[in-house]
């Protein structure tokens, strides 16, 4: 989340990263002009290595941060991590670029999934492939997903940092009130329209579901489930082309009967906050959503249910958006100490204790296994479905031409979901877009 998280990675915890604004971003951009990380080698008269992190969090992810950068310089007294600089990470990919155009950048950042083929092309990414596969990192246990999303032309080119995924959430009243049946692992999209249709109320100002309609990566992300399970992939096998052209009419046929049914709350502004207002308002029977969403729904004492989205096939599938830290090289010394670092952040115990204070997924099996996490799993209900359908999670490709097919992805939906184009016909346009954009080299 998101993503994030702009074109950007499914906008990571949508909201909760989003809290600075437009003073926070002037605040923080003016605090990074005046460092110059990539200057000199870190060390000082004592021996002493500082590390510049630009951490991308605000509110409460940022107090988690800054509680597990405490922790590790009492255990690390030879490495100091400084949290000055940078901006939050709706607008890391422009600061980093900026910086390393500079030659003044930080030993790590917080950078979206998707922005990472973008940030990796640059010489100064420190490339992590040996360290990760021979280190003390629980590379063999992470989610697929978390692998896949840091993991640019076969080499590892950071270390995960945020893990999410899709699922469905239903309001228990709004069903109730209507009559059905709140939906079971194993159903289709076949039977999510319909369950739409008959949720929605016009009289009543009542909507079977949502879907954003701003045509950033909100909008996109959730149609490549579909389109996975009906066969296609975001890049065609040559690489040349879109691998969509069939699957994505098909997963738009989806969106056009909900439009068609007027089923679909259509959210005009990004974020999607407007969306999850009506939800919570009880104006809205399903919302497709990640598991950021949830101590939103239990402030609010919602009555809820969780369940794994529908699928053509009834096999299970989701979308994953995983963010990442990325580490830059400024000279052996800073290299060494932010690799130490990180990958002291990533164990199980800093995991589960990131995941459960600031709401994420645990980016392994053994974080997972952490009694910290199974606490917070057994009293938080629906979010062992989160975590259980990261089994089936797939990301989308770490590709540089990846924000382009989302953004005329994100106008072929909108134009479906508006009555403004047909499935067929809005694939088509995005194919001469995003097909373009693929045949820049890489």
């Known amino acids: 989340m998101t993503a994030v998280a702009g074109a950007p990675g499914p906008l990571s915890r949508r909201g909760l990263l989003r809290a600075g604004g437009a003073g926070a971003l002037a605040a923080a951009g003016g605090a990074a002009a005046g460092c110059a990380a990539g200057a000199g080698d870190g060390v000082g008269p004592d021996g002493r290595v500082t590390i510049q992190l630009w951490h991308g969090q605000t509110e409460i992810a940022a107090k988690v941060i800054k509680g597990l950068v405490a922790d590790f310089e009492r255990g690390h007294p030879d490495i100091r991590v400084d949290m000055g600089g940078g901006v939050i990470s709706d607008a890391m990919l422009q600061k980093v670029t900026a910086a390393l155009a500079a030659g003044s950048y930080p030993d790590m950042a917080y950078v979206f999934g998707s922005d990472l083929a973008s940030v990796a092309r640059s010489p100064k990414v420190v490339d992590l492939t ?54 079971e692992a194993g159903w289709t999209w076949r039977e999510f329209t319909d369950t739409a249709r008959r949720l929605t109320d016009a009289d009543e100002g009542r909507f079977g579901t949502s879907w954003p309609g701003t045509g950033d990566e909100d909008t996109v992300w959730r149609l490549w489930p579909l389109v996975w399970d009906a066969g296609g992939d975001v890049i065609a096998d040559d690489g040349r082309s879109i691998g969509f052209a069939t699957a994505g009419v098909r997963a738009l046929e989806v969106v056009r009967d909900l439009a068609r049914d007027r089923s679909v709350y259509v959210d005009p502004k990004p974020g999607s906050e407007q969306m999850y207002q009506v939800f919570l308002s009880g104006r809205m029977g399903m919302v497709i ?85 199974r606490e917070h799993a057994a009293g938080t209900p629906g979010l062992a479905v989160f975590t259980e359908a990261l089994t089936a999670a797939r990301v989308r490709p770490v590709h540089p031409a990846y924000p382009r097919v989302s953004r005329a992805l994100g106008q072929a939906v909108v134009s479906v979901l508006l009555g403004r184009a047909d499935p067929a016909d809005a694939v088509r346009s995005c194919a001469e877009e995003s097909n373009a954009a693929l045949l820049i080299p890489r």
Do not use: M
């Open 289 to 373: 959503t990640g598991p950021w969403q949830l101590p939103d729904l239990r402030q609010a004492d919602l009555d809820y249910h969780v369940v794994p989205l529908p699928t053509f096939s009834r096999r299970p599938v989701t979308v994953s958006g995983p963010d990442t830290w990325v580490l830059f090289d400024n000279g052996e010394a800073r290299a060494r100490a932010a690799r130490t670092f990180v990958t002291w952040l990533v164990q199980p115990a800093q995991d589960s204790r990131w995941d459960v204070r600031a709401g994420s997924l645990p980016l392994s099996r053994r974080s997972q296994e952490r009694p910290a996490w």
């Open 130 to 183: 040996a360290h990760v596969r021979r280190g003390p990192t629980p590379w063999r246990n992470y989610w697929a997903a978390a692998r896949d999303a840091v993991t640019v032309n076969g080499r590892v080119r950071a270390v995960p940092a945020l893990l999410d995924c899709l699922a469905v959430i239903c309001n228990k009243k709004v069903f109730a009130e209507a009559g059905l049946d709140l939906p």
